[in-house]
Nanobody, 119 residues
Framework: QVSLVESGGGLVQAGGSLRLSCVAS????????MGWFRQAPGKEREFVAA?????YYADSVKGRFTISRDNAKSTVYLQMNSLKPEDTAVYYC???????????????WGQGTQVTVSS
């Protein structure tokens, strides 16, 4: 059973920054593709970023968000800069991502952390 625990969400003004963290209980963490998704009210959950050795980003966050990982700590991070009100959503850590063209399958989900950006 994989456990993913997020932290770091909160309320920030537009233009501000937040860093999300996700600690994973995976013995072979370094071999897993990890990522972040988000879900805004009334919208479907959407891909934000993923990392294995390379990084992948949604167009909407490219240049503003940075995904990184520390394999020694089994932790993946999402640094979010220049935040916009439209970034407001519940952000979910995702483990064991697999790419299928433009789509991703996800093996495990975290419980989510709320990010609210005020204008």
């Amino acid at each position: 059973q994989v456990s993913l625990v997020e932290s770091g969400g909160g309320l920030v003004q537009a233009g501000g920054s937040l860093r999300l963290s996700c600690v994973a209980s995976i013995r072979t963490f370094s071999s897993y593709t990890m990522g972040w998704f988000r879900q805004a009210p009334g919208k479907e959950r959407e891909f934000v970023a993923a990392i294995i050795r390379s990084t992948y980003y949604a167009d909407s966050v490219k240049g503003r968000f940075t995904i990184s990982r520390d394999n020694a700590k089994s932790t993946v991070y999402l640094q979010m800069n220049s935040l916009k009100p439209e970034d407001t959503a519940v952000y979910y850590c995702a483990g064991d991502l697999r790419s299928y063209g433009s789509a991703w399958s996800v093996g495990s989900w975290g419980q989510g952390t709320q990010v609210t950006v005020s204008s």
